[in-house]
């Protein structure tokens, strides 16, 4: 007997119309019936909710061979997974809709974070201010690292905030009666702003790259060149918040749901793209210093932002093709 045929038999045994167990799973019934039909198959979360709904275990649902129910519920299971109320997915998606404009502001500052030493410096070689170059490049650093630090503080406090929540990301969750058809309906609300804001973003990114395309027809004039460069820049930041905003947000949602890159398999392993993360962008900004210092020319190496910008996706493909394999 295949899953689809257990299912309609338990459901029948209850009583339920196909309407009545989507209710109690927070599904849609069309998703019972495409269950019910061989046309989809449940994931893990549904198929321990399942059976603790039939009081049967998850190994006669799944395993064709065992046509006998066997009255038990996978209590392994059931004991690991966290339970989540309506109330405190409730809190979570407000405190992720509060943090999440932090946080892309944060990420934002980063990204701007170059452009007073670029200015600088290029002003000084251009004799527009009356300071030495390396005196301007010097400020100009100071003037970066006290941007990442204010950019490092609304971090670590929004970190603060979301801290009692990690346990989303990396176990298993339980949620309780209501939860997934609530969230479902807010991930569908919330579509249409995911996607303007990325279309957004995606515009901001190829105009930042055409501005500096633009700035290539000044290259005999270093500070023009430099204007555009960090008009680039700024361009970029606005694109890369909104990546960031409706990408917290979007998260939030699956991970309550245990879809998208939160499922159950991928909690049960290790991931290695958060680690090379730091690693990358730790790298690239000691790349940038350390070439800026020895070239002394930090129009120059403010290239080297957009283009690691570029490779980090590539990059994360790679690590997630890898921890597949």
Known sequence: MILADKIILERKKNGWSQEELADKLGVTRQAVSKWEGAQATPDIQRLLEMSKLFNVSVDY????????????????????????????????????????????????????????????????????????????????????????????????????????????????????????????????????KYTAYNIIGIIMCFVGAATIFAGGFFDDNDYASAIFLCLAIFVVAIGVYCFVVVGINDASFDKLLQEGDYTIENKTSTSLVGMISTVYWLLVTAVFLCIGFYISNWKACGLIWPIAGVIYPVVVIFVKIYERK
């Open 61 to 192: 649902l799944i395993k064709d061979e065992m046509e006998n129910a066997e009255i038990t519920v996978d209590n392994e299971a059931q004991n690991s997974a966290k339970r989540v109320s309506m109330e405190e997915a409730n809190e979570f998606l407000r405190v992720k809709r509060e943090t999440a404009p932090k946080i892309a502001i944060g990420v934002l500052l980063c990204i701007l974070s170059p452009i007073a030493m670029i200015l600088l410096s290029t002003s000084a070689e251009a004799g527009y201010i009356n300071l030495s170059e390396d005196l301007a490049g010097g400020i100009g650093v100071i003037i970066l690292i006290f941007i990442v630090a204010i950019a490092c503080g609304i971090f670590v406090a929004c970190g603060a905030k979301t801290k009692k929540y990690q346990f989303y990301e990396k176990e298993i969750i339980d949620t309780a009666y209501g939860v997934s058809g609530m969230v479902k309906e807010r991930k569908e609300e919330y579509s249409k």
